[in-house]
């Protein structure tokens, strides 16, 4: 049996205990069964990834990716869209390489989004080597002038992403700490679970007075190489890295589904922008093709919802959630009551969160109800953050509905060349279809009361 066919027989076997209340109750059942069988998740996916590709921020590519998105909007039925551009700094990469001297093992690294340059030829300079962020945090600035930094850290497993956040302070601030320091580069093993030479990329943060240095980071089988060589005795290695920075620009881009009611907005979505050393399917075009065809399935049902929907496919989220404030900023004053964010690949959601006003407690049960046949389970709490694209509109008060997807495999894939169309289950993207439908539709007919201030 497949996972599909388990999954309708799930529903079948379950509708009976969904009757209450049972108009708005009954509708999200029957729409979660019209996208569970039939949604446009797939083929927008597959567009999106051939068309345009890799879609780095503020890039050509980046600007196709919101042609398409603004085309593909009004295919689907999508009413009031709009392109809101900002302005960002546009870092592209350039040559890089790196060896180990005196064995000349070829070291395979990619750039730190945000990370400076070494001259054309490179830099050859002795390793400082530190097991945690923590150990370079501790180590005397005389430790570390001069040297090629390598942080380590050991990120594990984990079905619901945790372990990247816990080891996530190597990427984002590990750089700029050790160039606080005095440090001439930096290398990093990589935020990633597999261990094929594929490096991760993702982006570094140097606070304002810190000059960016070079940054990369290491495939896993080349940062356990660096590893065992520090254990050995000095290491030196020689480092090419030269990526551009320059102003540029990016957009939002968002498209409605008008509600019966004015002036209460929920809000759905994911990144148009990827790195560009992959393909971009599993962070973020998953999300952009999962929330658009969940909007699809239900302008297509002819069933309006009182409150407006409003798909937002944010820029610029890779380079530092750029987009996103963008965005909050923008729109500070209108009423979104409820945002969520698809930004965690193209499997399962398994879980169910929250973070909103009492009053909305009822609705989240009614939501868990509905998606229990597909597998979700509701999270105990409402402490909710959502995706990082809702950070900035929770933080104005607007409610966070999470949707949990299984990152199991999540970070064998993401910020590397692997993260191509080929690795996507389509049962479990029109898994996630179902529920994003489904949970939407039900927040959307309803009038409780959502945002937390």
């Known amino acids: ?71 593909a909007m009004q295919k689907l039925g999508l009413v009031n869209i709009r392109e809101e551009a900002f302005p960002i700094t546009l870092w592209q990469r350039g040559t890089e390489s790196a060896r180990v001297i005196g064995t000349n093992h070829p070291l395979v690294i990619t750039a730190l989004g945000n990370s400076g340059a070494t001259p054309a030829a490179g830099i050859t300079a002795p390793v400082a080597c530190f097991d945690t962020l923590g150990a370079l945090r501790a180590a005397p600035d005389t430790a570390v002038k001069g040297r090629i930094v390598f942080i380590d850290h050991r990120m594990t497993v984990t079905q619901d992403g945790s372990s990247y956040g816990v080891n996530g302070g190597v990427r984002r601030s590990g750089p700029a700490i050790a160039a606080q320091k005095g440090a001439a580069a930096v290398m990093i093993r990589s935020l990633g679970t597999d261990f094929h030479r594929n490096p991760h990329t993702g982006g570094t943060v140097f606070p304002a007075g810190t000059t960016p240095i070079a940054a990369v980071a290491l495939a896993l089988p080349d940062a356990e190489l660096i590893g065992r060589l520090c254990k050995r005795g000095p290491v030196e290695v020689n480092l090419v890295s030269t990526p551009t920075s320059q102003p540029g620009q990016s957009a939002n881009v968002s498209g409605e589904i008008p509600g019966s009611v004015p002036g209460e907005i929920v809000v759905m979505g994911g990144h148009l922008d990827s790195w560009d050393i992959g393909q971009g399917v599993f962070d973020d075009g998953a999300g952009v093709a999962i929330t658009l065809a969940a909007a699809a399935t239900i302008k297509a049902s002819g069933q309006p919802p009182r409150r407006t929907i409003r798909v937002v496919l944010w820029g610029s989220e890779e380079i530092g959630l750029v987009g996103a404030r963008a965005y909050a900023e923008a729109h500070k004053t209108e009423n979104i009551v409820l945002a969520g964010e698809s930004d965690f690949g193209a499997d399962r959601v398994w879980r169910v969160e929250s973070r909103v006003a009492a009053a909305g407690l009822p609705l989240m049960a009614e939501i868990a109800a509905v998606l229990a046949p597909l597998g979700v389970q509701p999270q105990p709490g409402n402490a909710s953050g959502g995706g990082p694209d809702v950070g900035p509109l929770a933080a104005l008060g607007a409610g966070v509905l999470e949707l949990g997807q299984d990152g199991t495999r999540y970070f064998d894939l993401h910020h590397t060349p692997d993260d191509t169309l080929d690795k996507v289950d389509r049962a479990q993207l029109d898994q996630n279809v179902a529920a994003w439908t489904a949970a939407i539709w039900l927040a959307a007919s309803d009038d409780r009361p959502l945002r937390t201030k």
């Open 1 to 71: 049996m497949t996972m599909k066919t388990f999954i309708a027989a799930t529903i079948l076997l379950a509708a009976p205990a969904l009757a209450q209340p049972a108009d708005r109750m009954a509708t999200a059942a029957k729409l979660r069964d019209t996208a569970l069988a039939s949604n446009p998740a797939w083929p927008l996916l597959v567009d999106l990834t051939d068309s345009v590709g890799p879609r780095m921020a503020g890039t050509e590519a980046e600007a196709r990716g919101r042609v398409w998105a603004k085309a």
